[in-house]
C-alpha cells in the first residue's frame, strides 16, 4: 500500500473511532439513569409456598399456619397462596368430587339406575354454600348441571380436578393475612378459557405469582388481567417462561422472583446452598422476591430445624447486605429509556463493524461484516437486539486486531470491550429485558463468533487461504498436530457445551471453591475470563513462540473479551455488578498469567534445549 493509501486508511479509522467515543457519551447518560434506577431497589420479600408448608405438616401433626408462625418468627414475612381447585375444594371439604365412572360404579353398586353421564366426566356438588359460585362462574364451557337424590351435581367434561380454577379461599387468605403475613397469590389459568379474568384477584395480596406455564387468561382475557393486575405486583419467575406474560409484563407492576423445585430442594440444596443461591440472585440479578420451599423429607437432615436454618439464615444474611426484608411498596423499575440516546449509542455500534471490516484483508472484510449483520438480523431481527449482538459480536475482536502484540495491548482490548459492553447495555436495556422477560437474542453467538472472527483475520493477514490450504495439504501429520487439534476442539466445547444455568459440562469443584472464595468479598468473576486472560498475557509476554501458536493463545483471549461482553448481555444483572466482575476478573487473571508466563518462557527455553541435544544424536533405523 502506499503512503498515501496507508494515510487514509488511518484517518478513516481515526474518524470510525471518534464516532465511537462520542457515541459514548449517550451511552453513558443511559447507563448513569440504570445504574440510579438499580441502586434505588433495596427492599426484599421472601414468600412459603404453602402447600409445601402443609406437606411438612402432615410429617408433624401441624397445620401450615402452625407451622408458618414458627418461621415467622424466625424472620418469615409473607406467604404463597394457591387458588383452588376442584381438588382443593374437596380436600378443605367445601365439595365432594367424582368421576363419572365412579359415580356409576356407586350407583349400580347399590342398585339404582346410573344417569346419562359420560364415564371420564369431572362431578362435583358444593357441601358449603356458595363454595361452587366462583368455579361456576369463571369457567369454560359452562358446566351441566343434573339432579340426583335431592343433590346438584354439576359436570365438566374430562378429568379436570386438578387444572380447573376455583377462585380465592377467601377465608383462608383473612386468615393468614390478620396472622401478619405479606400474601402471594397463584392465580390458575383456565384449560380453555375463563370468564372475567382477573376479577377475583384477592385485596388482601401484595403479588401474583401465576401458577404453571400459562398467565391467568391467557390467551383471550389478557387485557382483563392487566386492568386487575394494576394494584399488584405481577411476578416473572426466573427460568419458566410463562405464555402471556411477555404481553403483560410491559403493562403491569412487575418483580423478578426466584424458586426452586420442591425435589431439588429436598434432595441436594442444604441451608446454606439455598441461602448463598438466593443472595447471589438479589445481589447479581434483581431478584426482589423469593419463594421459598420448606423441607418435606428427611433425606438431608430434619426437615423443620433445615427450614428454620433457611429462613433465619437467609433473612440474617440480607439485612447485613442492607436490604430491607418485608413487604415491596415501590411497584416496577423507574429505569426509562430514550429512542434517540439509544440511536446515537448505536452509531457507535455501527462504526465498530466497519472497523472490524477494515481489520480483514480485502476483500474478506466485506465478507465479516456481511456475516455479523446478517446473524444479528438472523437471531434478533430489524430490532434494537440486533443492534446489540451486533456489539457483542464485534467488539471482543477489535482489540487484539487493532492493538500491536505487546503486553499493553489486553489492557487496550479490554477498554474497547468495555466500550462494547457500554453500548450494547445502551441499546439493549428497556424494562422487558431488565426483568428479563425478552432475553438477549443470539447470545449463544456471543462466545463462539468473536474467537472464531479473529482468528480468522489473524491468519488472513498472514497468508492468503490459498497459501494455507496449500501448506494444510502438503503438511505430514503428526503426533503433535494431533494433540494441538483435539486440545483446541476441546477447548471449543467447553466454551460451548457450558453456556446457560444447565450447562452439559458442570462446574468443577475447583472453580466452585474460586468462585466462593472471591464471592465473599467482591462480585464473582467468570472463568473464562480468569483462563482466557492469562493465554492472552502468555502470548504477548513470551517471545520466541511461532505466530500460529500466538493466534491459538490470543483467541483463548478474545473468549475472555467475549465473556465480558457475555456478562453484560444479562440486563438483569446490575450494571456496576458486570462492571465489578470484569475489574475482578481483568485482576485475577492479570496475576496469574504472570505467574504463568515466567514458567511458560522457562518451559520453552529447557525444551529447546533438550530438543537441541537430541537433534545432535544419530538416530538409527527401525529394526537395526
Avoid: C
Avoid at 119 to 125: M, P, R
Avoid at 538 to 566: E, H, M
Avoid at 583 to 605: K, N, Q, W, Y
Amino acid at each position: 500500500m502506499s503512503y498515501r493509501g496507508a494515510a487514509k486508511t488511518a484517518r478513516i479509522d481515526r474518524i470510525m473511532w471518534l464516532v465511537v467515543v462520542l457515541a459514548l457519551v449517550p451511552a453513558a447518560v443511559l447507563a448513569v439513569r440504570r445504574v440510579a434506577a438499580e441502586s434505588s431497589k433495596e427492599q426484599v420479600a421472601i414468600v412459603m409456598d404453602e402447600q409445601a408448608l402443609g406437606t411438612q405438616g402432615d410429617l408433624v401433626g401441624l397445620t401450615s399456619l402452625e407451622l408458618g408462625l414458627r418461621y415467622k418468627a424466625s424472620g418469615l414475612t409473607g406467604v404463597a397462596l394457591y387458588e383452588d381447585t376442584i381438588e382443593t375444594l374437596a380436600a378443605k371439604g367445601y365439595a365432594a368430587t367424582l368421576l363419572g365412572s365412579e359415580l356409576k360404579a356407586q350407583l349400580l353398586a347399590s342398585g339404582e339406575p346410573a344417569p346419562p353421564i359420560p364415564s371420564n366426566a369431572t362431578l362435583v356438588t358444593a357441601l358449603l354454600p356458595g363454595a361452587l359460585d366462583d368455579l361456576i362462574a369463571k369457567n369454560v364451557p359452562q358446566a351441566r348441571s343434573f339432579e340426583l337424590d335431592g343433590r346438584t351435581w354439576y359436570l365438566w367434561p374430562g378429568d379436570v380436578k386438578t387444572v380447573m380454577p376455583a377462585g380465592p379461599d377467601t377465608a383462608q387468605l383473612r386468615l393468614w393475612k390478620n396472622a401478619g403475613f405479606d400474601i402471594a397469590y397463584r392465580p390458575r389459568n383456565a384449560p380453555y378459557s375463563l370468564v372475567g379474568a382477573g376479577s377475583d384477584f384477592p385485596d388482601e395480596a401484595t403479588y401474583l405469582v401465576h401458577a404453571g406455564t400459562q398467565v391467568a387468561g391467557w390467551p383471550f382475557g389478557l387485557d382483563d388481567v392487566e386492568e386487575a393486575s394494576a394494584g399488584y405486583y405481577t411476578a416473572v419467575i426466573e427460568g419458566t417462561p410463562q405464555n402471556g406474560m411477555a404481553d403483560l409484563s410491559g403493562k403491569v407492576p412487575t418483580v423478578r422472583l426466584l424458586s426452586f423445585n420442591q425435589d431439588y430442594v429436598d434432595r441436594r440444596l442444604r441451608p446454606a446452598d439455598l441461602i448463598d443461591k438466593y443472595l447471589l440472585a438479589v445481589e447479581e440479578r434483581n431478584v426482589r422476591l423469593l419463594y421459598l420451599r420448606p423441607y418435606t423429607t428427611v433425606e438431608l437432615g430434619d426437615p423443620i430445624e433445615n427450614t428454620k436454618k433457611l429462613v433465619a439464615g437467609l433473612t440474617r444474611s440480607l439485612a447485613a447486605q442492607g436490604y430491607v426484608v418485608g413487604p415491596l411498596s415501590e411497584l416496577g423499575t423507574s429505569y426509562v429509556t430514550q429512542a434517540w440516546l439509544r440511536a446515537l449509542a448505536a452509531l457507535g455500534v455501527a462504526a465498530g463493524v466497519l472497523l472490524l471490516a477494515r481489520r480483514f484483508p480485502a476483500p474478506w472484510g466485506a465478507a465479516a461484516l456481511a456475516l455479523v449483520v446478517l446473524a444479528a438480523l438472523f437471531f434478533a431481527g430489524p430490532s434494537w437486539d440486533a443492534v446489540a449482538l451486533l456489539a457483542a459480536l464485534v467488539f471482543p475482536t477489535l482489540g487484539y486486531l487493532t492493538f500491536k502484540e505487546r503486553l499493553p495491548a489486553i489492557l487496550g482490548a479490554t477498554a474497547v470491550s468495555l466500550a462494547g459492553a457500554l453500548l450494547l447495555a445502551a441499546v439493549g436495556s428497556e424494562r422487558e429485558t431488565l426483568l428479563a422477560i425478552r432475553p438477549f437474542s443470539g447470545v449463544g453467538l456471543t462466545l463462539v463468533v468473536p474467537p472464531a472472527l479473529f482468528l480468522a483475520a489473524y491468519l488472513l493477514r498472514q497468508h492468503r487461504p490459498a497459501v494455507w490450504v496449500k501448506r494444510m495439504l502438503g503438511t505430514r501429520i503428526t503426533f503433535g498436530h494431533v494433540a494441538l487439534g483435539l486440545l483446541a476442539l476441546a477447548a471449543v466445547a467447553v466454551v460451548v457445551l457450558r453456556r446457560g444455568n444447565d450447562p452439559v459440562i458442570g462446574v468443577s469443584q475447583f472453580e466452585l471453591t474460586l468462585r466462593s472464595l472471591l464471592g465473599e468479598f467482591v462480585a464473582r468473576p467468570r472463568f473464562k475470563e480468569l483462563l482466557g486472560h492469562p493465554l492472552a498475557l502468555i502470548a504477548l509476554a513470551v517471545p520466541g513462540w511461532p505466530a500460529w501458536l500466538r493466534g491459538l493463545l490470543l483467541t483463548g483471549g478474545v473468549v475472555a473479551q467475549a465473556s465480558i461482553l457475555n456478562s453484560f448481555s444479562h440486563y438483569h444483572t446490575p450494571l456496576l455488578i458486570s462492571l465489578e466482575r470484569t475489574g475482578v476478573a481483568l485482576l485475577v487473571g492479570l496475576v496469574i498469567g504472570a505467574v504463568v508466563a515466567p514458567l511458560a518462557a522457562l518451559a520453552t527455553r529447557v525444551l529447546g534445549r533438550w530438543l537441541a541435544e537430541a537433534a545432535d544424536e544419530p538416530t538409527e533405523a527401525p529394526g537395526t
